[in-house]
C-alpha cells in the first residue's frame, strides 16, 4: 500500500499545528462558532446533535494495520470505544470532545491519516474496489489510480472552493463494487486488444433530494490523460453550476440542465486547450506510485485446501465461506469479506476491541492489510484457504463471523437521528428490527441475496436510492413513518429505486419488509434475487402486499 512522502507528512503536521491554534482562539472566545465552523469543517471536525463528529479519510478504503490499530486507541481514548465506517469508507467518531480534537489529530498524523477533505465543497476522499489487487477478473490495480487522483486533488488550490461537494469513484472490474454511475465523476478502467488501459468517464451520478445515475461522456479515455480531462470536468462545473441555490450546486444537476452531449461537448471543448500545456501526471511519478502497490510475496500453493474443506463439516463454517469467502486472484488464496451486521447491531459500527483483534488477525493471515468497502463492510484481501477455519474462529470469538454478505441483513444504514442534525428520522433502529426479523440464517440463504439501504433524510447517506429495497425516513408531524422504494441497484445494472407508496408509520416497516419478501419468493422463478423478481413483475404485487391491510 502507498506510504506517505516527506511532503505528505509535514503537510498534516503543519495542519494540525494549525489546527491546534484554532482550537485554543475558539475555547478561549476569540472566535465564534460561525466563525471556526469553516476552519473546522476543513478538518473533517462536525457538530452533530450531541457532540462532536470527527469523520477521519481512509483512502480508497485502504488500512494497515498500524493505523487500524491507531483509529481503535483513539476511538478508546477519546470517543466510546468504537468507531462508524461509513458509505465513503470513512470512518466516524461520533463522540469527539473540541479540547481533545487537536490531540486526535495529531494522533491521526503520526500514521498517516486526518479528516482533511471530508467535508467542505471540495474533491472528497476517492472511493475504489475494495478487492483491488486481489480479485482476477481487474484490468489493473485501481488503488493505483485513486492514489494518482488523492495526490492531484488533495489541497487543489483552483479545486478547494467548488459549488458543492465532489465525489470521485474508481474500478477497474467487470463487476463494480463502488456504485461508479452514483457519483459525480465515475471511472471504469478498460483495457484494449493491444493492451492500452483507457477509462470509461461517467459524469453526474448522485443521490439526495433529486437522484441521478452517472452519464458516460466518454467511452475511451487514453490512462495517461486522466488528469487533464478531470481538469477539464471540475472546471466547466466549477464555471457553469449555480451557487445561488443549494438544491443545484451538484454536477448532476448541471449535466442534466445541460444534457449528456452538450455537457460532454464543454468537457471536450475546455480539455482541449489543457491539452496544450503538460499537467498529466509523467511515466516516472507513476512509475513511483505503481511502485507502492506491487503484488504481495504470495506463496506458490494448491488451488484446493484439504483443511478449508473438512472445516465445512460445521454447518456455521460452511455458511461463512459460501457467503463471506470470494475466489482471489492467486491459486490458494481468498478474499475475505468481514461483516459489520451483525444482527441487532449497528451497521457498520466496530468496536475498539475488534478493531483490535482484526488488526492482529490481517497481521497473521493478510499481509497486515485490511480494506473498508461503501457496504459499511471490512474486507481482509489475501488469505490463505488453509488459515481460513483459524480466521474465522478468530472473527467469530469478537463477533465478527456473521455470515451474511449480500443477504437481507446486511443492510446499510446512515446514523440517522440518532446522531445527525441533518436527520428527520432514525435509521438504526429500523435495520436493527428489520435484521433481527431476519435473523435465521437459513430463511436468509433461502431469500438469497437482497440488498436493503436505509437513510434517516433525503440526503440518502444511507444509498436507499440503491436499495433493492430503499427506505427513506420523514417527519409526520413529530412521527417517524418510513417511505419504501423498490428496484435500486448500484451494481453494473445501475438502477435507482422507484417509490412503493405512501411511507409507513416506524412500528409497520419490519412488518412491510416481511410483506415484500414474502411477495418476492411468492413470485421468483428458479434462481432469480428479488431484484429480478421485481423487474419482471414490476411494482403492483409488492404495493398490494404492502398496503391491502393498512389503516
Not at 475475505?336 to 457498520?348: H, I, N, Q, R, Y
Not at 461503501?374 to 456473521?402: F, I, M, S, W
Not at 444504514?413 to 435465521?440: E, H, K, M, T, W
Not at 441497484?489 to 419490519?510: K, M, Q, W, Y
Request: aromatic residues 8%; charged residues 25%; contains cysteine.
Amino acid at each position: 500500500m502507498y506510504r506517505y512522502d516527506t511532503y505528505d507528512k509535514a503537510m498534516l503536521t503543519d495542519r494540525s499545528n494549525e489546527f491546534r491554534h484554532q482550537v485554543a482562539r475558539r475555547l478561549a472566545g476569540e472566535i465564534t462558532e460561525d466563525q471556526f465552523k469553516p476552519l473546522r469543517l476543513m478538518n473533517g471536525l462536525y457538530l452533530q446533535l450531541h457532540a462532536y463528529m470527527l469523520r477521519i479519510a481512509i483512502p480508497y478504503g485502504t488500512l494497515s494495520t498500524r493505523q487500524l490499530r491507531r483509529l481503535a486507541w483513539v476511538a478508546r481514548t477519546y470517543d466510546k470505544g468504537y468507531g462508524h465506517f461509513t458509505t465513503r469508507t470513512n470512518l466516524q467518531l461520533h463522540w469527539i470532545k473540541l479540547r481533545d480534537a487537536p490531540d486526535v489529530m495529531d494522533a491521526l498524523a503520526e500514521v498517516d491519516l486526518h479528516g482533511i477533505q471530508t467535508s467542505g465543497n471540495c474533491i472528497r476522499n476517492v472511493t475504489a474496489d475494495p478487492y483491488a489487487g486481489a480479485t482476477a477478473d481487474e484490468v489493473d490495480d485501481p488503488r493505483v489510480w485513486a492514489e494518482v487522483i488523492r495526490q492531484w486533488s488533495t489541497v487543489h488550490p483552483e479545486f478547494s472552493y467548488l459549488p458543492r461537494k465532489f465525489k470521485i469513484a474508481v474500478t477497474a472490474s467487470a463487476k463494480d463494487r463502488t456504485a461508479a454511475r452514483s457519483y459525480d465523476i465515475g471511472l471504469q478502467l478498460r483495457r484494449d486488444r493491444e493492451g492500452q488501459l483507457s477509462f470509461e468517464v461517467m459524469v453526474g451520478g448522485g443521490q439526495g433530494r433529486t437522484p441521478y445515475l452517472a452519464k458516460t461522456i466518454r467511452e475511451h479515455l487514453p490512462a495517461d490523460r486522466l488528469l487533464s480531462y478531470l481538469d477539464a470536468i471540475i472546471r466547466v462545473y466549477n464555471r457553469k453550476s449555480r451557487r445561488d441555490n443549494i438544491h443545484k450546486q451538484r454536477i448532476k444537476i448541471l449535466v442534466a440542465t445541460l444534457g449528456q452531449e452538450e455537457f460532454a461537448r464543454q468537457v471536450e471543448a475546455e480539455w482541449a486547450k489543457i491539452e496544450a500545456g503538460t499537467v498529466d501526471l509523467p511515466d516516472t511519478e507513476l512509475a513511483r506510485i505503481r511502485g507502492a502497490f506491487r503484488p504481495r510475496a504470495f506463496e506458490t500453493l494448491a488451488s484446493a485446501s484439504k483443511a478449508f474443506e473438512a472445516a465445512k463439516a460445521d454447518l456455521a463454517f460452511a455458511r461463512f465461506a459460501r457467503h463471506n469467502v470470494k475466489p482471489h486472484k492467486v491459486a490458494g488464496y481468498a478474499i475475505v469479506d468481514v461483516s459489520l451486521k451483525a444482527p441487532g447491531e449497528t451497521p457498520g459500527d466496530c468496536s475498539s476491541e475488534q478493531m483490535e483483534a482484526l488488526a492482529d488477525l490481517a497481521d497473521r493471515h493478510s499481509f497486515g492489510e485490511v480494506r473498508v468497502n461503501y457496504t459499511q463492510n471490512l474486507v481482509l484481501p489475501h488469505v490463505k484457504l488453509d488459515d481460513l477455519p483459524e480466521l474465522y474462529a478468530g472473527l467469530k470469538a469478537v463477533g465478527l463471523a456473521t455470515s451474511n454478505i449480500d443477504l437481507v441483513s446486511d443492510i446499510i444504514a446512515c446514523p440517522g437521528l440518532d446522531y445527525c442534525s441533518l436527520a428527520n428520522a432514525r435509521a438504526i433502529p429500523v435495520a436493527q428490527a428489520i435484521a433481527l426479523r431476519f435473523a435465521d440464517p437459513e430463511r436468509a440463504e433461502t431469500i438469497g441475496e437482497l440488498k436493503i439501504k436505509i437513510s434517516g433524510c433525503i440526503n440518502a447517506c444511507g444509498h436507499h436510492h440503491l436499495g433493492n429495497i430503499g427506505i427513506l425516513g420523514v417527519d409526520k408531524k413529530g412521527e417517524e413513518f418510513y417511505q419504501l422504494s423498490l428496484g435500486g441497484s448500484g451494481d453494473n445494472d445501475a438502477s435507482l429505486a422507484e417509490i412503493l407508496g405512501p411511507a409507513v408509520h416506524f412500528s409497520r416497516t419490519p412488518e412491510a419488509v416481511d410483506a415484500l419478501v414474502d411477495t418476492y419468493l411468492s413470485h421468483r422463478r428458479d434462481g432469480e434475487r428479488f431484484l429480478d423478481t421485481y423487474r419482471r413483475i414490476g411494482l403492483k404485487p409488492f404495493k398490494e402486499a404492502v398496503y391491502a391491510n393498512a389503516d
